[in-house]
C-alpha cells in the first residue's frame, strides 16, 4: 500500500501539536506532518504574518520541503486552516497535487464570515468571544496583562483574526479535488457550511459531528476513522 502525507494547518492561534492526538489514529500507512504558523509555537521567535497571501505562501513553502516522492499527499485544514488549504489548491502552489481534502469548522471562502469583524474588537471583548467559541474556560483581564500569555497564546490568535479580517476570494472558479467538509451545526449552521459545494467541482462530503468550534479536542478518535476511511 501506497504510504499518504497527511498534511494538517491548524486554526487561527493554533499550534503545530493541536494534531498530536489524531496521530496517534490514524492507520500506520498514514503519516501526519502538522504545520507550524509563523510567530506560533516552535516558529514562536518569527514574526507573524502581515497578509493571508504570505502565511498561504509559508504554509506552501513548508509542505513542499517536507514532500516524500513516494508518498501521496492529502491536506486537512481546521478552521482557518480550512481557508489557508484552499487557497493553497486555488493558486496551485503545491509541487504535487493532493489526492483528499479535509476542512473543519470554517464557512466558505466568498461568504461574509463574522469572524471578519472580530480584528475590530477590544481586548476585553475579543477575550469574551474566545471562550463563547470553547477555546477557553476563562480569560481574566490579570491574564489579558501578562507578557507570557499575550505573546505566546493571545497575540496570536489576534494577529490571525486580522489575518481572516482582510481575506478576499480573488477566483471564482471551482477546485477540483475530492473533499470532506466537518462542522459543528452550533458553530457553522448546515446551510453556512454547505456553501463549501460552491468551491468544488466534486460533490463535497459533509459531516456534522460535535457541539462546538473545537470539536477535534474530545472527537479525534472519529475524525481520524473518517480520515481512514476516505485515504483507503
Not at 478576499?168 to 477540483?176: G, I, M, Q
Request: negative net charge.
Amino acid at each position: 500500500m501506497k504510504k499518504i502525507q497527511l498534511f494538517c494547518i491548524p486554526y487561527a492561534g493554533g499550534k503545530a501539536d493541536m494534531f498530536d492526538s489524531l496521530r496517534d489514529c490514524l492507520r500506520d500507512d498514514i503519516r501526519l506532518v502538522s504545520v507550524e504558523y509563523s510567530g506560533h509555537g516552535t516558529r514562536a521567535k518569527s514574526e507573524f504574518y502581515q497578509s493571508f497571501d504570505e502565511m498561504t505562501d509559508d504554509v506552501a513553502s513548508i509542505i513542499n520541503g517536507q514532500l516524500d516522492e513516494n508518498a501521496e499527499i492529502a491536506l486537512f485544514g481546521y478552521s482557518m486552516g480550512s481557508v489557508v488549504a484552499f487557497e493553497l489548491l486555488r493558486r496551485k502552489l503545491l509541487i504535487k497535487a493532493p489526492i483528499y481534502l479535509f476542512i473543519a469548522s470554517h464557512e466558505a471562502p466568498g461568504e461574509h464570515w463574522e469572524s471578519m469583524e472580530y480584528c475590530k474588537l477590544g481586548d476585553r471583548e475579543f477575550a469574551d468571544m474566545l471562550m463563547s467559541f470553547g477555546g477557553f474556560e476563562k480569560i481574566d483581564d490579570r491574564m489579558l496583562t501578562n507578557r507570557f500569555f499575550r505573546r505566546m497564546i493571545f497575540d496570536p490568535i489576534r494577529a490571525d483574526y486580522n489575518l481572516i479580517g482582510s481575506y478576499t476570494l480573488k477566483d471564482e472558479s471551482a477546485v477540483d479535488i475530492p473533499v470532506t467538509m466537518l462542522y459543528s451545526h452550533k458553530d457553522v449552521p448546515t446551510e453556512s457550511a454547505l456553501k463549501w459545494q460552491n468551491r468544488f467541482s466534486h460533490k463535497a462530503e459533509f459531516i456534522m459531528m460535535g457541539d462546538n468550534h473545537f470539536f477535534i479536542r474530545e472527537l479525534y478518535p472519529q475524525v481520524a476513522e473518517i480520515i481512514n476511511e476516505r485515504l483507503k
